[in-house]
């Protein structure tokens, strides 16, 4: 009893134990609303060298593990210049140097490093290609500055090649490279993206050299690959009348109308990304979130690509889909960010989800990715604050939000809460005035999963809910299903909160260490159960506190 009264005391969300009235949530297993898309199972990082490092690699491992179906991982820095050690927000692979008479030099070293360890995980790349190589830059001094960079200065990694058919030759080299090391049956299910957020200051070029760009590296990755998966813009969030909204749209506009600029013919375009994010700040000493701000940038996009003729059903991956644009920005020099640690994030993360996929429902958009930028941050202290899936190799409750949703699967169904925030309401106002308690929830032959959650943008106390889920649309021949509750809370699947309790060590014994691994993985609430059906239908009554997410696992198998 000490130990949960001691972790309610660190957890804002959880110090209020007052239950409010009761939530109905229908789950209609009969009312199939497609099938579910696997969204999920996309991350990302800046620091492409963390890949190879220990703990990188171990969490990996773990990524592949939370998902029935491939995961994607998706870093920057690739392509640029440098001696392959990682610093926050930057990495090198030095692949592309010249020699003195200025032909191209490959060095496969650093870059195989890190291919390597994404196939040895069993995850597939999204290849980001990016940046631009010391010696192809056209404004290459100062090549880099250490981040953060106060100097005002652009970086020559940022800038367009010098030469865009050097900057073809190499895109070409690097996919050649990539399908005689893995086979162009792996390739050939990769996802390949041109750059990263060109409307910001990671392109020091103008909107018509990104085209171009664009259009050399398409070309260069066809050549190699002629199956490739071949995308872009990936710029920033788009929301009403804004500059990242036209680039989106001038894009798609380029690719359908106009002519390669590399090879005269039809610009490929296999997939649209752009980039989501919410807006969270420090609002009477406490973390307001801003999902209105994230489901806004996905709205306003989607309703662009929705209106694109030739591209409207093309696949979408909002290949960054996060509370906030800046990974590296710890808490505790940024105390917006304090949300990372705890509960609030994973369920921030639930709504977004739900958000997000009945926005793509609504303008008809094939949407196949939400990818979270957070991977894990080498030699920082325990639980910094920046945003990641796990810290020193101990998993935060975050990534414990994935693993729920690696067990979803088979076809969405219709899910009604009484307590459910509207996606127009939250679009409008936040979730501020009360709390969205809310379920997302999928059908297969003989299982099915529920996932419930208690959100709200403030990150102070808030009731326990007293949710009362009755699941109706089980095959009359059904008599008994196997309940299993997993949980997210303040003593569930919550390192964090575990280590709180120790007094926040940042050198950890070999029995807190394994404390904390313990702690970090995901853990079911009670014992698993055999419940009676009756007319095709189950009730099942749980307390849900205020930031925390849960998720119902139903098995059956013919009569029992």
């Known amino acids: 009893m000490n130990r949960i009264i001691a972790a309610l005391s660190v957890c804002f969300a959880f110090t209020s134990a007052v239950a409010q009235s009761a939530v109905k949530v229908d789950v209609d297993l009969g009312h199939s609303q497609g099938a579910f898309a696997p969204v999920y199972r996309w991350f990302g990082y800046d620091e492409s060298n963390y890949t190879t490092t220990r703990n990188g690699e171990a969490l990996l491992h773990e990524l592949h593990d939370l998902s029935p179906v491939p995961v994607y991982i998706r870093a920057h820095f690739l392509l640029a210049s440098g001696d392959g050690k990682p610093e926050l927000k930057w990495s090198s692979s030095n692949v592309y140097t010249v020699d003195a008479k200025g032909k191209p030099v490959y060095d496969w070293a650093i870059l195989d490093g890190i291919f390597d360890a994404y196939a040895a995980a069993h995850v597939r790349p999204m290849v980001e290609l990016g940046f631009m190589p010391e010696a192809l830059s056209s404004h290459p001094e100062p090549y880099h500055i250490q981040w953060p960079n106060t100097t005002g200065q652009a970086e020559g990694w940022s800038y367009p090649p010098k030469d865009y058919k050097q900057w073809e030759d190499l895109v070409r080299h690097v996919a050649q490279h990539l399908r005689d090391r893995y086979g162009m ?41 002629p199956g490739a998966h071949v995308g872009g813009p990936a710029t920033t969030g788009p929301s009403a ?120 429902a609504r303008n008809d958009i094939h949407l196949i990715g939400m990818l979270t930028w957070a991977f894990e941050f080498e030699g920082q202290p325990y639980f910094a ?58 059908r297969a032959a003989s299982s099915a999963a529920v996932m419930l959650w208690n959100y709200g943008d403030d990150d102070a106390p808030g009731p326990v809910a007293q949710v009362q889920v009755t699941i109706h649309g089980i095959a009359p021949e059904v008599h008994r299903v196997l309940v299993q509750q997993y949980r997210i809370d303040a003593t569930h699947s919550n390192a964090y909160t575990a280590w709180m309790r120790m007094g926040s060590p940042q050198q950890l014994t070999r029995a807190q260490e394994k404390e904390l691994r313990d702690a970090g993985h995901l853990q079911l609430m009670g014992s698993p159960r055999w419940m009676e059906i009756k007319d095709g239908r189950v009730e099942l009554p749980l307390n849900l506190p205020h930031q925390s997410v849960a998720l119902l696992r139903l098995n059956w198998a013919g009569k029992q």
């Open 385 to 442: 604050g920046f945003r990641t899936l796990a810290t020193n190799g101990i998993d935060k409750p975050e990534l414990n939000f994935f693993r729920l949703a690696g067990l979803l699967g088979g076809q969405r169904v219709a899910v009604t809460s009484s307590a459910a925030a509207a996606v127009d309401t939250i679009l409008a106002d936040g979730v501020r005035a009360q709390a969205d308690i809310d379920g997302l929830a999928t």
């Open 185 to 225: 049956a792996q390739v050939s299910t990769w996802y390949w993206e041109v750059w990263n957020e060109p409307d910001i200051s990671y392109w020091h070029g103008t909107r018509a050299q990104y085209f171009e760009l664009y259009d050399y590296a398409a070309a260069g990755v066809r050549a190699a690959i």
């Open 241 to 360: 009348g804004s500059s990242s909204a036209a680039y989106l749209a001038a894009f798609l506009q380029h690719c359908a109308r106009d002519k390669s600029m590399a090879t005269g013919g039809t610009i490929p375009l296999d997939f649209i990304s752009f980039h989501v994010k919410g807006r969270p700040r420090v609002v009477d000493g406490r973390v307001q979130m801003g999902l209105n701000h994230e489901l806004d940038n996905a709205g306003t996009g989607f309703a662009i690509i929705h209106q694109s003729s030739r591209f409207a059903h093309l696949p979408v991956i909002l290949s960054e889909a996060d509370p906030e644009g800046c990974a590296a920005c710890s808490a505790q020099k940024h105390p917006e960010n304090a949300y990372r640690n705890g509960t609030l994030y994973p369920t921030y993360t639930a709504a977004a989800m739900k958000g997000i996929l009945d926005l793509a």
